[in-house]
């Protein structure tokens, strides 16, 4: 399993855009690129998922570059309620739906 | 659908004491995970079933860690004895067969545990 490298933690406020970006040099073929979302006391939450090129859905955007060794969560003007923690993750069906979870990013949005 | 279910929500008990945590997945999915989180060491995947059947429970601890699932709605996480490290959020996750890839895995509200 592909391992990724993500800041421990990142600081917003209120309608700015935040881009968190995840490394993954050794992504193979097969695989796909996730992003999780957690919040205090709940468990992790499907955000978005890509294989190349950008993904758009009604909660985030995803960018991953032509050689897909990172990709980028982009959430659009954060609100309070999107201080959590947002996990990235890449993996394929060869594994068998297992998905291995790094230290993730905490990000903060202020007021 | 209710979701993953899992219970209790907390659980305080000694040093010693048999624990069981308990998961009903999302009717229909055919896989069911087991997850531990603690600050030291994040989340963690412990045991994982398809088709009620485990594939890979590589992350579990040791021998006092066991998992069942009896039937596709049900599964237990027990440990016996349990210990104070043991204390963590347990998490129960499940996936469906319309999603091939290692994505959308629809997690539980969790277990808080507290062995003292």
């Known amino acids: 399993l592909a391992k990724t490298t993500q800041p421990i933690s990142m600081d917003s406020y209120e309608g700015q855009e935040v881009n968190i970006t995840c490394s993954h040099n050794?992504?193979?073929?097969?695989?796909?690129i996730t992003w999780y979302q957690q919040f205090p006391s709940q468990g992790p939450r499907f955000i978005i998922q890509?294989?190349?090129t950008k993904v758009t859905n009604e909660v985030a955007s995803l960018f991953i570059p032509a050689d897909r060794k990172s990709s980028t969560l982009s959430l659009p003007r954060v609100s309070l309620s999107d201080t959590a923690v947002y996990y990235c993750?890449?993996?394929?069906?060869?594994?068998?739906?297992?998905?291995?979870f790094g230290q993730g990013t905490e990000l903060s949005v202020k007021p | 659908d209710a979701g993953v279910i899992q219970s209790p929500r907390h659980e305080v008990t000694e040093m010693g004491q048999e624990v069981t945590l308990r998961c009903k997945p999302i009717?229909?999915?055919?896989?069911l995970f087991w997850y531990r989180q603690t600050m030291m060491r994040g989340l963690e995947l412990l045991i994982y079933?398809?088709?009620?059947?485990?594939?890979?429970d590589s992350g579990m601890p040791e021998d006092r860690f066991s998992a069942k699932m009896p039937n596709a709605s049900f599964s237990t996480l027990k440990i016996q004895p349990s210990e104070p490290r043991d204390s963590a959020v347990y998490f129960c996750?499940?996936?469906?067969?319309?999603?091939?890839?290692?994505?959308?895995?629809?997690f539980g509200p969790g277990t808080r545990l507290t062995v003292l």
């Open positions: 996750a499940s996936r469906g067969m319309g999603q091939p890839r290692t994505d959308t895995q629809y």
């Open positions: 050794n992504i193979a073929t097969n695989d796909y």
């Open positions: 890509g294989y190349k």
């Open positions: 993750l890449v993996g394929g069906d060869n594994q068998g739906g297992k998905l291995i």
């Open positions: 009717s229909g999915h055919d896989y």
């Open positions: 079933f398809n088709n009620n059947v485990p594939i890979d």
